[in-house]
Structure formats: C-alpha cells, structure tokens
Antibody, heavy 125, light 111 residues
C-alpha cells in the first residue's frame, strides 16, 4: 500500500526558509491524486497548508499563501514544501498526505486518506 | 480560530456511545460541502475515519459512523473501547476562506 515519508531539517533559523520533502512509495505519484501538507503546532489542532497535483497545479491556504511554495518531482516520486520567513509560530509537526477526491450531491470533496508519520520542525536560533 | 467548532472533550464508559459534534456555518457545511473525520491516537499521525459524511474506509469498524445535517455534522462511536481514546477532528471546505478547514478537535476519554 502507499506510504509517505517526510524528510528535512528539524531546526530552522528565524527568518529562514523551511524546506521539507515527502517521498511516495508503494504506488505512483501520477495517478490522479493530489498531495498535501498539513501542520500541527505543539498541543494544537491541524492546519491545512496546501496541496499540489503531479502536473504542478497548486492550491494554497490563505493564511500562509504569501510564504508558501510547493513543487513535485515525479521522477523521484517526491513533492516538497517551502515556507519562507519563518518565525517561532511556524514550529510544528509537519505532515504530508495523499488527497483523494470524490463528488457529493453538490460539490467535489477532498480528504486525506494516507498520511506520513510527520516530522517535527522547530524554528529557533 | 477554526470555522468548525467541536467540543474540547467528551467521555464515556466502556461499551457506551458517545457523539462528537462539528458545528460550521453557511459558508462550509451549510453550503453542502462534505465532512470528513480523522482519529489521532496519542503521538501518531491522523488517520482517516469517515469520508464524505458517512462513509467508512476499508478497515474502520462499523462502531464509527458519521452524519450531517444543516450546518453541522456528527461522529458517533458505539461500544466505546479503551483504544478509542484519541483526538478526533472534522474537516470540510470553506467557500469564504477558499480553504480546507479542520475542526478544533475533540479529545475522547474512556472512563
């Protein structure tokens, strides 16, 4: 079955750029799914950061949109997250996830059906 | 602050039934956007529990069920077990924010 694994530095300097990658194994990255990043600050809830299609099409959340960029490398079966100008408020566990899509009675819906284990990123000097 | 509100905690004795509400508004659940539910066991990643309001992925016990009405959704757990102790999150889409949103989260405690 499909598995996801996050990787990247666990410590980032304030004002720097947080860069993470997610490697997809056990299945293709180009089979019609979207691929997402979600984060969870210590002791808090989940926040959707955005998601990307294998073609490179992206959809970012409004709160981080000005600082976020995502990319995909289909040859490596990886997708990546860059978050610029980080502060201590960006300290969190970062999860990558596969996004499945369906159509309900009125709208498309998207949900995260496979998650990585998460990686802790601390912003500190 | 999330636009989807959940009770911070619910509890129940083993074997009993608990429900978790997810209250939204006319720009998300009330706008006919579907609701999904996730279970997060302590120290682990979230796991999909219910998708599209009331559908269980393969492997999820039928003790878990979801429903949606108006601007709210609910997750019910019947036959409560000790290993159901976890945080539970609802998730939907908000048309005003143009964002996928999670609920505030509910901690389930088995007494």
């Amino acid at each position: 079955q499909v598995q996801l694994q996050e990787s990247g530095p666990g410590l980032v300097q304030p004002s720097g750029t947080l860069s993470l990658s997610c490697t997809v194994s056990g299945g293709p990255i180009t089979n019609g799914y979207w691929w997402a990043w979600i984060r969870q600050p210590p002791g808090k809830g989940l926040e959707w950061i955005g998601h990307i299609y294998y073609s490179g099409s992206t959809n970012y959340g409004p709160s981080l949109k000005s600082r976020v960029s995502m990319s995909v490398d289909t040859s490596k079966k990886q997708f990546s997250l860059n978050l610029s100008s980080v502060t201590a408020l960006d300290t969190a566990v970062y999860y990558c996830a596969r996004v499945s899509r369906g159509y309900g009675d009125y709208n498309y819906y998207y949900y995260m059906d496979v998650w990585g284990r998460g990686t802790t990123v601390t912003v500190s000097s | 602050q999330s636009v989807l509100t959940q009770p911070p905690s619910v509890s129940g004795a083993p074997g009993l039934r608990v429900t978790i509400s997810c209250t939204g508004s006319s720009s998300n659940i009330g706008a006919n956007y579907d609701v999904h539910w996730y279970q997060q066991l302590p120290g682990t990643a979230p796991k999909l529990l219910i998708y599209a309001n009331n559908n269980r992925p393969s492997g999820v016990p039928d003790r878990f069920s979801g429903s949606k009405s108006g601007t709210s959704a609910s997750l019910a757990i019947t036959g409560l077990q000790a290993d159901d102790e976890a945080d539970y999150y609802c998730q939907s889409y908000d048309a005003t924010l143009t964002a996928y949103v999670f609920g505030t989260g509910t901690k389930v405690t088995v007494l």
